[in-house]
């Protein structure tokens, strides 16, 4: 009984899911040319959400860059923290468990990242490490950057990763500072590209879920 109540104290949902997959070589990004390659995924609406528009800060200082904003989540090629990378930002909530949250964030951030990388347009220059991903779960109400929300979610990270990475051994690095989102960085300790992850993701059920 102890055990069951400690469980549903500490038990978090898990919704709207911020994923990001980091840039080899960041620099080297045609900035201006993703402008056009968001343009295009909108005009041909090559993602499973709507996409409505592009929003460039490149002005802001290791801010949001480059948004395409949808109605059920944004992508963007996002400098937070200095750290450039392609994010997945899942706004409307769905269904299902919170590994069936995580799959279907992850996956959505793997595949812009493959459709980027195949992109003739930038030039062979847009290139993601798949050994570095962030999750943010971007809800304080749901999940405040608190010790409790770490000892609820840590379980259902380790075993998304488990499955995802498999026998590669691997780090988390939670967010120290309570003042922002609950968030954390894993670091596989072998190389992984964005098909490995694809494939294995392809290889597991998919996930059941409907959009609210």
Request: charged residues 25%; glycine residues 6%.
């Amino acid at each position: 009984m102890m055990r069951s109540i400690l469980k549903e104290e500490t038990a978090v949902e898990l919704q709207h899911i911020n994923v990001k997959v980091l840039l080899e070589n960041p620099a080297e990004l045609d900035l201006d040319a993703m402008v056009n390659v968001f343009h295009s995924w909108i005009q041909d609406q090559v993602c499973e959400e709507l996409l409505l528009d592009v929003a460039d800060y490149r002005h802001v200082h290791n801010g949001p860059g480059i948004v395409l904003i949808g109605h059920e989540a944004d992508y963007a090629i996002d400098s937070t923290d200095g750290r450039r990378g392609i994010r997945y930002n899942r706004k409307a909530l769905i269904t299902g468990s919170d590994q069936d949250r995580l799959t279907q964030a992850v996956r959505a951030a793997l595949a812009a990242s493959q459709r980027l990388q195949q992109d003739t347009r930038l030039n062979g220059k847009c290139n993601f490490n798949a050994q570095d991903i962030e999750i943010v779960i971007n809800d304080r109400q749901l999940a405040p950057n608190i010790q409790e929300t770490r000892q609820g979610v840590e379980p259902e990270l380790r075993s998304f990763f488990n499955a995802l990475f498999g026998q590669v051994s691997y780090t988390l690095e939670f967010e120290a500072s309570p003042r922002r989102l609950f968030g954390v960085r894993v670091r596989s300790e072998q190389p992984l590209t964005v098909a490995d992850l694809l494939e294995t993701l392809g290889q597991r059920p998919s996930p059941s879920y409907d959009v609210i």
